[in-house]
């Protein structure tokens, strides 16, 4: 996820307060080296931040800018470091989103003051739009800063850890203004990968097994949401507004949920996931954005011999493109063909 802040000094607006946190959230940074020479600092974070400074490692063989991104910490506190609103207008399964300066439009308004995000969630709703709000543990500057660990970003396994830094890196190395359906699907497929690819190397062949299940198990879920929003963008484009089309509409969520209480989930459970999904339109809107290419981007993989560097190399070369999306999707080029493979794992 994208932040850049672009309105240092307008006190009380939206930018302004971006550009506060984000201020804030810089002075708080400790170099990393200095927290792991630290005799006080704790076990678990120091396995964290090790983890983190492989996770830098992996990105640089995968052809990602590093630079001084994730070379410092900040014990921030709770489980997220913004709140993101999207929403969607009546009628709509993709996000209304807003254009900003250097940016370019995107699909959400991140706040570092949760009861902003509340408040701008309720004036949204009570403007007739459909409204998810969701936490977000890390973003990207793009490369304007350094950007810091902080603690939310903590929070999971090493894998995930990984994937975390993998996707915002992602995001630091190439970016196109006002596609963010390819940007933010290329760094949730990278990322993953990645995860996976660090749980072979760093782990046991059990863990590397049960980190390819955790992913399936997510683009398993993910496909059958993917499958509802096309079903309602059918639905809505077919059939007025109206009684009829909400009773349609919730029929849909039903069937889905059943459908998810079904899959063969190893690891997960299928029957308080459907119950936990969010499947309002601006959520749907959002997780379309993040995983609705995932499919295809694993067809990509598959042809270049599941070589995640060559993804990672094509991805960043189709962003220079009109169509990034259709040019990362498309056949690979010859020489892409010709160059050696590392296997998947």
């Given at each position: ?6 309105c ?21 940074r ?7 020479s630290?005799?006080d ?21 995968l ?59 309720r ?17 990207s ?8 660990i ?7 396994d ?39 690819r ?69 690891q ?25 290419d ?17 993804f ?33 794992p």
């Amino acid at each position: 996820m994208p932040i850049v802040i672009v309105c240092l000094s307008v006190s009380g607006c939206y930018l302004g307060h971006l550009a506060r946190g984000q201020i804030d959230l810089l002075r708080q940074r400790v170099p990393i080296s200095e927290v792991l020479s630290d005799s006080d600092t704790s076990p678990d974070l120091r396995s964290d931040l090790e983890t983190v400074q492989a996770a830098r490692r992996l990105a640089a063989e995968l052809g990602l800018e590093v630079q001084g991104q994730y070379t410092s910490y900040v014990a921030w506190p709770g489980d997220r470091v913004v709140t993101v609103v999207v929403t969607t207008l009546p009628g709509e399964i993709e996000p209304a989103g807003q254009t900003f300066p250097l940016i370019g439009r995107v699909p959400y308004r991140g706040y570092f003051d949760l009861h902003r995000a509340e408040t701008e969630a309720r004036r949204q709703r009570e403007s007739g739009r459909d409204v998810c709000v969701v936490g977000v543990p890390a973003y990207s500057t793009l490369g304007w800063f350094d950007d810091p660990i902080t603690g939310p970003m903590l929070q999971g396994d090493d894998a995930d850890i990984v994937q975390l830094i993998v996707h915002e890196l992602v995001h630091g190395t190439f970016y196109v203004n006002g596609q963010a359906r390819f940007n933010e699907g290329v760094a949730t497929f990278i990322g993953e990968e990645a995860g996976i690819r660090y749980a072979k190397a760093h782990g046991s062949t059990n863990d590397a097994r049960q980190q390819r299940e955790r992913v399936a198990e997510r683009r398993l879920v993910q496909a059958e949401l993917s499958r509802l929003r096309d079903s309602i963008q059918r639905l809505y484009r077919n059939q007025a507004a109206g009684p009829a089309r909400s009773k349609a509409r919730t029929r849909l969520e039903h069937e889905t949920r059943d459908r998810v209480s079904a899959l063969p989930l190893p690891q997960g459970d299928p029957s308080r996931i459907a119950r936990e999904l969010r499947l309002n339109d601006a959520c749907l809107a959002l997780s379309g954005t993040y995983s609705a290419d995932l499919p295809r981007y694993a067809s990509v993989l598959e042809a270049l011999g599941g070589d995640l560097m060559s993804f990672t190399a094509r991805a960043r070369q189709a962003s220079e493109a009109p169509d990034p999306r259709a040019t990362l999707m498309g056949p690979p080029l010859r020489e892409e063909a010709e160059r050696p493979s590392q296997a998947a794992p």
